[in-house]
T-cell receptor, first 115, second 118 residues
Framework: DTEVTQTPKHLVMGMTNKKSLKCEQH?????MYWYKQKAKKPPELMFV???????INESVPSRFSPECPNSSLLNLHLHALQPEDSALYLC??????????????FGPGTRLTVL | AQSVTQLDSQVPVFEEAPVELRCNYS??????LFWYVQYPNQGLQLLLK??????LVKGINGFEAEFNKSQTSFHLRKPSVHISDTAEYFC?????FGTGGSQGNLIFGKGTKLSVKP
């Protein structure tokens, strides 16, 4: 099973709402990633968790708050977002060997619209 | 710092024609190279990757790529495309010696939109 699942597929929220994106994998991977992808652009790395510890935060605003409850789950908590945060949010996972050879497996993404 | 340049933002091609999507990278150290495909409204899927060894790499769906160290290129090719190959293609590089926990993080090119016409 090489599947990464993400819920919900679509999310519309107001600027005062609090919502969460969820990601799950059962491949035994120990690295998990959040990316943001705007239309017609490549994915931009937001956060990396390695062995359930946050290892990289690419200067993401605090209105995005990641959480890794266990090795299979990754959440992204959203609060007080801006319309410019509307994008496709992709989750990915990899074995986590950290040597650069790992394949990252991507989920289908959550299409977020902030009104 | 590493970077990836995809020379063509869009490549239109007729069905059953050959195609080449170009990718050049900039790095002072050894790197690992990847091609990912993104179909409309989907996540990214690995097509192939170069880690070491043979410079000709074969991937899924009939794609292949050739690593050329002297030209710092990793161009993607398919001898005969199908309508179903219409998608966005991303070349990416990872740095095995990155600092600050960045080992293995992917640096993506801007993408090439392949449009296959009947």
């Amino acid at each position: 099973d090489t599947e990464v699942t993400q819920t919900p597929k679509h999310l519309v929220m107001g600027m005062t709402n609090k919502k969460s994106l969820k990601c799950e994998q059962h491949m035994g991977h120990r690295a998990m990633y959040w990316y943001k992808q705007k239309a017609k652009k490549p994915p931009e790395l937001m956060f990396v968790y390695s062995y359930e510890k946050l290892s990289i935060n690419e200067s993401v605003p605090s209105r995005f708050s990641p959480e890794c409850p266990n090795s299979s789950l990754l959440n992204l908590h959203l609060h007080a977002l801006q319309p410019e945060d509307s994008a496709l949010y992709l989750c990915a996972s990899s074995q986590g060997r950290g040597a650069g050879t790992d394949t990252q497996y991507f989920g289908p993404g959550t299409r977020l619209t902030v009104l | 710092a590493q970077s990836v340049t995809q020379l063509d933002s869009q490549v239109p091609v007729f069905e059953e024609a050959p195609v080449e999507l170009r990718c050049n990278y900039s790095s002072s150290v050894s790197v690992y190279l990847f091609w990912y495909v993104q179909y409309p409204n989907q996540g990214l899927q690995l097509l192939l990757k170069y880690l070491s060894g043979s410079t000709l790499v074969k991937g899924i769906n009939g794609f292949e790529a050739e690593f050329n160290k002297s030209q710092t290129s990793f161009h993607l090719r398919k001898p005969s495309v199908h309508i179903s190959d219409t998608a966005e293609y991303f070349c990416a590089v990872s740095d095995p010696f990155g600092t600050g926990g960045s080992q293995g993080n992917l640096i993506f090119g801007k993408g090439t939109k392949l449009s296959v016409k009947p």
